[in-house]
């Protein structure tokens, strides 16, 4: 199975889950259908960071997108809450700076060392580069729980870690192995939503996930169907 059919699977999944949750909120059918996008998006995220050929565009496309909706958001619903693609954005510079401690342990030179150069004109030890890269990622995911404690973020604390345990290893079934972890942690974490179980039906999909992107790719009709689909939805339940 390619990343396109897995995102086309996650994009009727999404679909389905926002039209129970604006037009049909009575009905656990449309929300339990809807539990495999989250995760399958998760999972494509860091897929895409791995292999993007600028990690900096990719965190700048799915932030503004992020934003974007944000708006589509606070109108709708008239408070502050952190859409899913703010969540994956923070994934993205969590990812970014586990990057950077990996690199940093195999004796490579990290993110941090390689902008120290460009910046400061200085070169980091290696000693200092591990340091200095395993300290920001600690800081990083202090201030993600922090922030997640203070304000709402789509899937909480758990689910901006999401992406990183599909991203911190190389071999593809550690990926799996713990990236399915940190789906369990997700789903027993959310308490208040127990319908969350029925996203560890992802987890088959993504085990016979070939790591191709497939022949067809669409890449910004996906970025396109986000906010065009929230903007329908609202507008239909607008019209009701």
């Known amino acids: 199975m390619t990343s396109f059919v897995l995102k086309i699977i996650a994009a009727i999944s999404m679909?389905?889950?926002h039209a129970g949750l604006i037009l049909y909120p009575a009905s656990d059918a449309l929300r339990i259908a809807?539990?495999?996008?989250?995760?399958i998006y998760a999972y494509c995220i860091a897929?895409?960071?791995?292999y993007t050929r600028n990690r900096l565009k990719y965190f700048?496309?799915?932030f503004l997108l992020g934003v974007l909706c944000q708006i589509v958001y606070t109108i709708a619903e008239g408070r502050l809450y952190l859409g899913t693609l703010i969540t994956y954005s923070i994934s993205i510079l969590l990812?970014?700076?586990a990057d950077s401690v990996k690199k940093a342990t195999k004796?490579?030179?990290?993110?941090?060392?390689?902008?120290?150069?460009?910046?400061l004109k200085r070169e980091m030890t290696s000693s200092f580069d591990r340091f200095f890269s395993t300290s920001v990622f600690a800081a990083l995911l202090f201030l993600v729980f922090f922030l997640t404690t203070r304000v709402t973020v789509d899937y909480g604390f758990f689910g901006v870690l999401l992406p990183v345990c599909a991203g911190f290893f190389e071999d593809r079934g550690q990926r799996l192995v713990m990236f399915s972890a940190g789906l369990l942690a997700l789903c027993i974490h959310s308490v208040d939503f127990p319908i969350e179980w029925y996203a560890l039906a992802?987890?088959?999909?993504?085990?016979?996930?070939?790591?191709?992107?497939?022949?067809?790719?669409?890449?910004?009709?996906f970025y396109i169907f986000y906010p065009a689909h929230l903007v329908i939805l609202y507008g239909i339940s607008l019209l009701r």
Request: hydrophobic share 50%; charged share 25%; aromatic share 14%.
């Open 15 to 17: 679909l389905l889950d």
């Open 34 to 39: 809807g539990r495999l996008a989250f995760p």
């Open 47 to 50: 897929e895409g960071f791995r």
């Open 60 to 62: 700048l496309r799915i």
């Open 95 to 97: 990812l970014a700076a």
């Open 107 to 119: 004796g490579e030179k990290s993110g941090f060392a390689v902008l120290s150069e460009k910046l």
């Open 202 to 221: 992802a987890l088959p999909l993504l085990f016979l996930y070939n790591g191709k992107p497939g022949r067809v790719r669409l890449k910004y009709f």
